[in-house]
Structure formats: C-alpha cells, structure tokens
C-alpha cells in the first residue's frame, strides 16, 4: 500500500525555520516525482515546490524562493522542505503527494499526483 507521511509542522515565529518531511512507505520515493502543496484558510492549495524522478531538478514558487529547499534521501526514502525566514502568510496545511508519470505542469497542480499525505500544519505566529 502506497503512503505519505508528513511530519515536522508546528508553531513557529516570524524568521524561524521549519523542516518538514515526507515519508514513503509501500513504494520507492525514487521512483515519483514528489511536490509539496500548502493549504491555507480561505484560499485553494497552492503548489509551492517539487523534485523531478528523472533527473532531481526543483521547482519552487516565486514566494518561496530563496527560503526553502527541497530534497531527497534516497537511503531514507524521505523527502525534505526546509523553510526558512518563515512568514505569517506560510501558515497553512502542507501536504507531500507523488506523481508517478514524470510529467507534470509547473507550477505544479494536485490534479497530477496521485498519492497524498494527510498534511502537517504550520503556523507562523508571534
């Protein structure tokens, strides 16, 4: 059985860093193209970053660039967003998901991963 496990959310001040991960059990994380998407009140989930299968490129949203990085370990079988000079506006659910095709738009749409976590919250908060 194919599952996502995320971890690493919590309360965090404005500046702080979070590292979040997503665990894979059932399958071989290698073998998917992996995106974090994040879930905020009142808004749709927005695809914040993702690393190719094929060939690890990233991706990453331009609210997010330069703050966090994504990457994988492959012994582990374990992907990472590391956030960094978090602000009030990255509250929200982020959730891994997996896309075992190869292909996908960017930035990426949850339309084209098949494979979801049940999310890890984050709040930025003073």
């Known amino acids: 059985q194919v599952q996502l496990v995320e971890s690493g959310g919590g309360l965090v001040q404005p500046g702080g860093s979070l590292r979040l991960f997503c665990a894979a059990s059932g399958f071989t994380l290698d073998s998917y193209s992996i995106g974090w998407f994040r879930h905020a009140p009142g808004k749709e989930r927005e695809g914040v970053s993702c690393?190719?299968?094929?060939?690890?490129?990233?991706y990453y949203a331009d609210s997010v660039k330069g703050r966090f990085t994504i990457s994988r370990d492959s012994v582990k079988n374990t992907v990472y967003l590391q956030m960094n000079s978090l602000k009030t506006k990255n509250t929200a659910v982020y959730y891994c998901?997996?896309?075992?095709?190869?292909?996908?738009?960017?930035?990426?749409?949850?339309?084209?991963?098949?494979?979801w976590g049940q999310g890890t919250r984050v709040t930025v908060s003073s």
């Open positions: 998901a997996a896309n075992s095709s190869g292909y996908y738009l960017l930035p990426p749409v949850p339309y084209e991963y098949e494979s």
């Open positions: 690393i190719s299968k094929t060939d690890g490129s990233t």
